[in-house]
Nanobody, 127 residues
Framework: QVQLVESGGGLVQAGGSLRLSCAAS????????MYWFRQAPGKEREFVAH????????TYADSAKGRFTISRDNAKNTVDLQMNNLKPEDTGVYYC????????????????????WGQGTQVTVSS
């Protein structure tokens, strides 16, 4: 069993930065690929970034490329999302999710493709 808890959200002006963190409980964190998703008001949840269990490969949504950086520390059971040059359209609730590496690597739309989800942290970017 893995529990995920996000932190680091808040209110920031456009052009500013935030660093989100997702802390995982359990001893098997390194067995999971980790993801960040976000959901804006009235919109569907969307993929933001992904990092493999080893940290060797990362993937970003086009909207995040060049501005966001995902990283993980398997010794600390954390996965972070550094967000720079934030825009109002980045506003939303940010969720981390975990998918066991035995289930394969990739970007999946259905929420049940992921084994665990956090409760989310709110990011609001003002113009």
């Amino acid at each position: 069993q893995v529990q995920l808890v996000e932190s680091g959200g808040g209110l920031v002006q456009a052009g500013g930065s935030l660093r989100l963190s997702c802390a995982a409980s359990g001893r098997t964190f390194s067995s999971y690929h980790m993801y960040w998703f976000r959901q804006a008001p009235g919109k569907e949840r969307e993929f933001v970034a992904h990092i493999t269990w080893s940290g060797r490969s990362v993937t970003y949504a086009d909207s995040a490329k060049g501005r966001f950086t995902i990283s993980r520390d398997n010794a600390k059971n954390t996965v972070d999302l550094q967000m720079n040059n934030l825009k109002p359209e980045d506003t939303g609730v940010y969720y981390c999710a975990a998918r066991h590496n035995g289930r394969g690597y990739g970007r999946f739309l259905a929420t049940d493709e992921y084994d665990y989800w956090g409760q989310g942290t709110q990011v609001t970017v003002s113009s």
